[in-house]
């Protein structure tokens, strides 16, 4: 079964609105992890944040992390069309040996 | 640096069929792991290796190999392939703990 869940599956924003997406998770974690997958291509690592760090920010990303919530959320501020991908988080077991991918959320910007 | 690679970038199999997808990487990553990604499904982890010599099974390993002779390669072999292998494969490589993932572009298999 999955970690890690995202939450909307799908999000159709215009350009320069804000995206959010959310993160659920099931068991204790080390740290978490972003990725974003452009259309028929491979992962790209975005951003990391440690279970002991709350937020976490890269550019236009922000990131935030709840350990007692088991949550996180990844912030898009203006978003372009370029934004335009799948966004995946990803949790590591206690052993830091397996990372688990959740369902992704389809993130759509429109000019 | 090529960074990951797979090859190859599509095969159609018939089933029970055998083929090798085939991962190198060239930034002397200690850790590799292989996933498969399903429409809705996300990623699954097959297999993983923490180091030369070294391999373990992920989430769904059942009808998969995995080796690891060297630091650079990490080949995905399918024994006797079937309709539900049917998917995109992911290699992909860490340094060091299980920190930020290198990823292929992906093979896409087609079993009929």
């Known amino acids: 079964s999955q970690q890690g869940e995202e939450d909307p599956q799908a999000l159709s924003i215009q350009e320069g609105e804000n995206a959010t997406m959310n993160c659920s998770y099931k068991?204790?974690?080390?740290?978490l992890q972003w990725y974003r997958q452009n259309s028929g291509r491979g992962l790209v690592h975005l951003i990391l944040?440690?279970?002991?760090?709350r937020e976490k920010h890269s550019g236009r990303l922000r990131v935030t992390l709840d350990t007692s919530k088991k949550s996180s959320s990844l912030l898009i501020t203006a978003s372009r069309a370029a934004d335009t991908a799948s966004y995946f988080c990803?949790?590591?077991?206690?052993?830091?040996?397996?990372?688990?991918f959740g369902g992704g959320t389809r993130l759509m910007v429109k000019p | 640096n090529a960074g990951v690679t797979q090859t190859p970038k599509f095969q159609v199999l018939k089933t029970g069929q055998s083929m090798t997808l085939q991962c190198a990487q060239d930034?002397?990553?200690?850790?590799m792991s292989w996933y498969r990604q399903d429409p809705g499904m996300g990623l699954r982890l097959i297999h993983y290796?923490?180091?030369?010599?070294?391999?373990d099974q992920g989430e769904v390993p059942n009808g998969y190999n995995v080796s690891r002779s060297t630091t650079e390669d990490f080949p995905l072999r399918l024994l006797s392939a079937a309709p539900s292998q049917t998917s995109v494969y992911f290699c992909?490589?860490?340094?060091?703990?299980?920190?930020?993932?290198?990823f292929g572009e992906g093979s896409r298999l087609t079993v009929l």
């Open positions: 068991t204790s974690i080390n740290n």
């Open positions: 944040i440690r279970s002991n760090e």
């Open positions: 290796s923490v180091g030369a010599g070294i391999t």
């Open positions: 930034m002397n990553h200690e850790y």
């Open positions: 990803a949790t590591d077991n206690n052993a830091g040996n397996m990372l688990t």
């Open positions: 992909a490589s860490s340094h060091g703990g299980l920190g930020e993932l290198f």
